[in-house]
C-alpha cells in the first residue's frame, strides 16, 4: 500500500504527466523562461476563471501581499488589520513595510476574522482590513465589505488556502475569494488547492489604476524596460510553472470536488463524536478544505498524533503558535491572554490528511483508526 500523506502530489502529477510534461517542454523548447507566453495565457485563463478583470502573476504569495501593500501606498506607521490565528505571511509583510499589524480574534468554530470584533480596533491610523479565508472557506466578506467602506478602509483578500471557493451575498451575487475586496492574493505553492511545482503567486483586482500599479511594482517599479517609475520589487511567475499551471487550472474544479469527497466523509464519519468538533462550514461560502482542521476535545492531541502515526496516518498542527505570541513578533507588546480564541484553538487544532488523490480505502483506514482510538 502506498504511505499516506497530507498531500499527495505524485499521484496528481501521474495523471496529467503527458500534458504537464509537455507543456513544460515547450517551454524549454522556446527557450522563453522569462515572461514566456503562458505567463499572460495563464493571466487570462485565470481571469476568466475568477471573472475577475485583472490577474497579475508573481514570484508567490508573500511577494503579492507586499506588492498589494505597496501599491495602497501605506504609510510607515499606518495600521493593518490581520487575525490573530493566521500564517504569518501577511502578517510578516505588514512589519517589513514598517506598518503595524493590528490583530484581531477568530471565530471558534469557522476559524475566520471574528467580524464583531473589528470596529473596536480601527482608530484614524487604520487603513486596512486583511482577511484570510483561513483553510478554504471564505471569511464573512458582506460584513468586512461593509465595515471598510463605513471606515474608508481597503481590504486585501488572502486567498493564498481559499483560491476556488465562492461567496455568496445577500443579494445572490456570487463571488470567487479573492476578487472581492481592493486587491486578492494568491499562492501556487505545491501544497495549495491550484499548486504549480515550486513557487508561484498572484495578485487580482478589478480597478485598472491598481492592476497597472502593481504590474510596475513586481518589476523592479518600471513601466518600460530601465525606466523605474518607483521602488518595486523583482517578483515574477516562471514560465515554466504559468505553462503547468494553465494545465492545472482545466482540473481544478474536479480537484475541489474531490476534496469536498473527502471533507464530507470526516463530516460524516465525526460528527457525532464528542471528542471531535468538525470544521464548520460558512452558509455563504463554499470550502474548497485546503486544510480539514478538526478541533479535539478532552483528548490528548499528541497521543492521538502519535496514534494515528503509528498505524501511517500522518497529521498537522496548522498553527501551534498564534501570531501575537510568536518570539519574533513580541515588539508589539502582546502577551498570553490577548486573544483567546487565537490561544485555545493553537492548543486543540490538528489536521487530517486532505487532497484530490485520496483512495477510498485509505480515507477507510483513516476513519476506522481514528474511532479505534475513541473506543
Ligand atoms: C501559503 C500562504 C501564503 C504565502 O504563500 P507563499 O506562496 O508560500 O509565499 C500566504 N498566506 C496564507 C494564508 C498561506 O497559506
Known sequence: MKKIQMVDLRSQYDKIKVEADAAMQEVISQSAFINGPQVRLFADELEGYLNCRYVIPCGNGTDALQIAMMALNFKRGDEVIVPAFTYIAAVEVIALLGLKPVFVDVDADTFQIDISKIETVITAKT????????????????????????????????????????????????????????????????????????????????????????????????????????????SRLDTIQAALLRVKLKYLDQYLQARNFVAEAYDKAFDDNPHISIPKRIAESTHVFHQYTIKLKGTDREEFSKYLASYGIPTMVYYPVPVHLQVGYQSYGHQVGDFPVSEKLCQEVISLPIHSEMEPEDLNHIIKTINTFFE
Open 127 to 234: 487603513v486596512a482590513i486583511v482577511p484570510v479565508h483561513l483553510f478554504g472557506q471564505c471569511a464573512d466578506m458582506d460584513a468586512i465589505t461593509k465595515i471598510a467602506k463605513k471606515h474608508s478602509l481597503k481590504v486585501i483578500e488572502d486567498a493564498a488556502q481559499s483560491l476556488g471557493s465562492i461567496y455568496t451575498f445577500p443579494d445572490k451575487e456570487k463571488c470567487q475569494s479573492g476578487t472581492i475586496g481592493d486587491i486578492g492574493i494568491t499562492s501556487f505553492f505545491p501544497t495549495k488547492t491550484l499548486g504549480c511545482f515550486g513557487d508561484g503567486g498572484a495578485l487580482f483586482t478589478n480597478d485598472h489604476d491598481l492592476a497597472e500599479k502593481m504590474r510596475m511594482i513586481s518589476s523592479h517599479g518600471q513601466k518600460k524596460k530601465y525606466h523605474h517609475h518607483s521602488v518595486g520589487i523583482n
